[in-house]
């Protein structure tokens, strides 16, 4: 019972000096409030922007894309000892070559721990044609419904209904606007050599369009004809074949290393999203560094604030401090009010300061509009994200108070009642 009376002893005279020193108070709450605002505003702009970036890369590719090894010559047999051997060697030209055994392959990756989604693919390059229109095309033969769990393809349907029945095919937005395309018109695809002959043949097949799609990214929309799977196998010249495996996972940030793995694990080239997209992720790491580097300096300047307050305190209060250690209370009471002044000031600007960066994000997605009257991307602050700001902060209040709180402790008593 006596340590209840104790701290509330010690809470009422915190809190008595903080009101004396209202202007003072009321400053360096409002510089701790905009401390966390800045802090907790830029947390949840680069989360949103991330997020946003990467939904829009992630969103026509998968995160793990298997496909067969590259062709490499041969190497010639090693030259005898003591003999000089010359040669030159042409790189091989590459081939649409079919990932080997992929029906078998699709159960054993559903059953991998980690990975949500598998879609078999053949692609290749073509060209679409409409009476006098000719546009080069990237041909993607898929089955709809695994692969609208790789993209979600059936999200980005900007018209029609996404179906790809035989002689269907869904075409990218801009690639239909060039070709003069509406939903249900018809058009030609043609692919040259079938097979890899190399003997020139062509093959072509008319397509009727069930569906518009929006890919996110307007080189995709301007190139990508979506056909069943058999009908680009037939197309590309690869009769139940495939050229890659597209895989999706539940951690995209694990997407490397389960790669790796698969390296190891089967005889096959394995690229994640980080290794076909190296430069996005550099870029998203810079953000997360400046970010970091940010959130500490406000949070030095929040310190440094709290504890220049806090030391004029102890300076103006030193002879209401010396007639508290005359009464009897010791040096831990003393340290422990200045303490409790950080952390009601580190609470309040916390508080006063997420209040703050909800305002403002609010203005942001408010009033920050595309080219097309929308958001620029969606910005929220998790919860989990605003406690903990909230929480360092307050930390911070506190860890600013020990040096100003040992120096009121230190004070001797009666030379501060003769200040």
Same mark, same amino acid.
């Given at each position: 019972?006596?340590?209840?009376?104790?701290?509330?002893?010690?809470?009422?005279?915190?809190?008595?000096?903080?009101?004396?020193?209202?202007?003072?108070?009321?400053?360096?709450?409002?510089?701790?409030a905009a401390g966390v605002a800045v802090v907790a505003y830029?947390?949840?702009?680069?989360?949103?922007?991330?997020?946003?970036?990467?939904?829009?890369?992630?969103?026509?590719?998968?995160?793990?894309?298997?496909?067969?090894?590259?062709?490499?010559?041969?190497?010639?047999?090693?030259?005898?000892?003591?003999?000089?051997?010359?040669?030159?060697?042409?790189?091989?030209?590459?081939?649409?070559?079919?990932?080997?055994?992929?029906?078998?392959?699709?159960?054993?990756?559903?059953?991998?721990?980690?990975?949500?989604?598998?879609?078999?693919?053949?692609?290749?390059?073509?060209?679409?044609?409409?009476?006098?229109?000719?546009?080069?095309?990237?041909?993607?033969?898929?089955?709809?419904?695994?692969?609208?769990?790789?993209?979600?393809?059936?999200?980005?349907?900007?018209?029609?209904?996404?179906?790809?029945?035989?002689?269907?095919?869904?075409?990218?937005?801009?690639?239909?606007?060039?070709?003069?395309?509406?939903?249900?018109?018809?058009?030609?695809?043609?692919?040259?050599?079938?097979?890899?002959?190399?003997?020139?043949?062509?093959?072509?097949?008319?397509?009727?369009?069930?569906?518009?799609?929006?890919?996110?990214?307007?080189?995709?929309?301007?190139?990508?004809?979506?056909?069943?799977?058999?009908?680009a196998q037939s197309l590309l010249g690869l009769p139940g074949?495939?050229?890659?495996?597209?895989?999706?996972?539940?951690?995209?940030?694990?997407?490397?290393?389960?790669?790796?793995?698969?390296?190891?694990?089967?005889?096959?080239?394995?690229?994640?999203?980080?290794?076909?997209?190296?430069?996005?992720?550099?870029?998203?790491?810079?953000?997360?560094?400046?970010?970091?580097?940010?959130?500490?300096?406000?949070?030095?300047?929040?310190?440094?604030?709290?504890?220049?307050?806090?030391?004029?305190?102890?300076?103006?209060?030193?002879?209401?401090?010396?007639?508290?250690?005359?009464?009897?209370?010791?040096?831990?009471?003393?340290?422990?009010?200045?303490?409790?002044?950080?952390?009601?000031?580190?609470?309040?600007?916390?508080?006063?300061?997420?209040?703050?960066?909800?305002?403002?994000?609010?203005?942001?997605?408010?009033?920050?509009?595309?080219?097309?009257?929308?958001?620029?991307?969606?910005?929220?602050?998790?919860?989990?994200?605003?406690?903990?700001?909230?929480?360092?902060?307050?930390?911070?209040?506190?860890?600013?108070?020990?040096?100003?709180?040992?120096?009121?402790? #230190?004070?001797?008593?009666?030379? #501060?009642?003769?200040?």
């Amino acid at each position: 019972m006596n340590w209840r009376r104790w701290l509330g002893f010690e809470w009422r005279v915190a809190v008595k000096f903080l009101r004396e020193g209202r202007s003072q108070t009321l400053l360096i709450i409002l510089g701790v409030a905009a401390g966390v605002a800045v802090v907790a505003y830029i947390s949840a702009l680069i989360t949103g922007l991330q997020a946003s970036t990467l939904a829009k890369t992630l969103g026509a590719q998968g995160h793990i894309t298997l496909r067969s090894l590259d062709d490499v010559v041969l190497s010639a047999a090693a030259p005898e000892p003591g003999s000089t051997h010359l040669a030159e060697v042409q790189p091989r030209a590459q081939r649409l070559r079919s990932v080997i055994n992929w029906q078998l392959l699709l159960p054993v990756l559903e059953a991998t721990p980690g990975i949500t989604a598998v879609s078999p693919m053949v692609s290749g390059a073509g060209l679409a044609l409409r009476g006098e229109a000719v546009q080069s095309m990237a041909l993607l033969g898929v089955d709809l419904d695994r692969y609208d769990r790789i993209v979600g393809l059936r999200g980005k349907v900007v018209s029609g209904t996404a179906r790809l029945g035989p002689g269907e095919a869904i075409v990218g937005r801009e690639l239909a606007h060039d070709l003069g395309l509406r939903l249900g018109d018809r058009f030609s695809v043609q692919t040259a050599s079938a097979g890899g002959t190399g003997s020139g043949a062509t093959v072509t097949e008319v397509l009727r369009v069930t569906a518009l799609v929006d890919l996110g990214v307007k080189d995709l929309n301007e190139r990508t004809v979506i056909a069943p799977l058999r009908t680009a196998q037939s197309l590309l010249g690869l009769p139940g074949g495939v050229t890659q495996v597209d895989m999706r996972v539940s951690d995209v940030w694990q997407a490397s290393a389960m790669a790796r793995e698969l390296r190891q694990r089967y005889p096959l080239k394995a690229e994640s999203w980080q290794e076909n997209n190296a430069q996005l992720v550099s870029a998203l790491n810079a953000q997360s560094v400046s970010t970091a580097i940010i959130r500490g300096v406000v949070m030095v300047v929040v310190v440094l604030g709290i504890a220049s307050v806090l030391v004029v305190s102890v300076v103006q209060k030193r002879h209401e401090i010396g007639i508290l250690r005359a009464m009897g209370a010791t040096r831990r009471q003393v340290l422990r009010v200045f303490l409790f002044q950080g952390l009601l000031v580190g609470s309040l600007g916390s508080a006063a300061g997420l209040l703050l960066a909800v305002a403002m994000i609010w203005l942001f997605t408010t009033f920050v509009r595309g080219s097309d009257g929308l958001p620029l991307f969606a910005i929220t602050l998790p919860l989990a994200t605003g406690l903990n700001v909230a929480l360092v902060a307050t930390v911070c209040g506190v860890i600013a108070a020990i040096a100003p709180a040992r120096r009121a402790a #230190a004070l001797d008593p009666a030379q #501060a009642i003769r200040l």
